[in-house]
C-alpha cells in the first residue's frame, strides 16, 4: 500500500519506482516464422485493437499497435505484411486517460494509436520489412464459396 498525493509530489516517484521493479517486461512472441524477441533490433509489432470515433468531435480509426521488437520511430516507413504496404505515420499517439500525446519513438511492451483509413485489420503485422505473421492473434478473413 502506497501513500501520497499528487498534488503535492508526495510518494509519486516511491510508486513508480515499485511499478518499475514488479510490472513484467516484455516477453518473446510466436510468429509463421519463428521466435521474435524484444532485444531484436528490427521492429515489429502487431494490431490488437482498432476503435472508431475515439473523437466524438472527428469520424476518426485508431489502430492500437503493441511493439514486440526494434524501435518504432515516428515517420518512418513499415511494411504492412497483410497487404504488401509500407506505410508511414506522422502522428503516431500515446493515451493517458483521456489525454493523448503525439510520439516519437516506442519501445517493445508499448502500445501506441495509429490513426487508420481503413488499411488495418484486427492481428496485422508491421515489420521493418519481414514477411512474417505473429502467431495467437485472431484474424477474420472472409471465405467465399462458387456455387
Do not use: W
Amino acid at each position: 500500500m502506497f501513500f501520497g498525493s499528487a498534488v503535492n509530489n508526495f510518494g509519486i516517484k516511491e510508486l513508480l519506482d515499485c511499478f518499475v521493479e514488479v510490472a513484467p517486461s516484455p516477453k518473446e512472441r510466436d510468429t509463421d516464422a519463428g521466435i521474435i524477441k524484444p532485444e531484436n533490433p528490427k521492429f515489429s509489432g502487431f494490431i490488437f485493437k482498432i476503435h472508431a470515433n475515439l473523437d466524438p468531435k472527428h469520424r476518426d480509426r485508431i489502430a492500437f499497435l503493441r511493439i514486440c521488437s526494434g524501435v518504432f520511430e515516428r515517420n518512418k516507413y513499415y511494411h504492412l505484411v497483410r497487404g504488401k504496404k509500407e506505410l508511414r505515420f506522422s502522428n503516431p499517439t500515446a493515451f493517458m486517460a483521456q489525454q493523448k500525446s503525439v510520439i516519437d519513438e516506442a519501445y517493445p511492451g508499448d502500445v501506441i494509436g495509429l490513426y487508420d483509413a481503413g488499411n488495418f485489420k484486427i492481428g496485422d503485422t508491421l515489420t521493418e520489412g519481414a514477411d512474417f505473421n505473429f502467431k495467437g492473434i485472431p484474424s477474420f478473413h472472409r471465405n467465399y464459396s462458387v456455387m
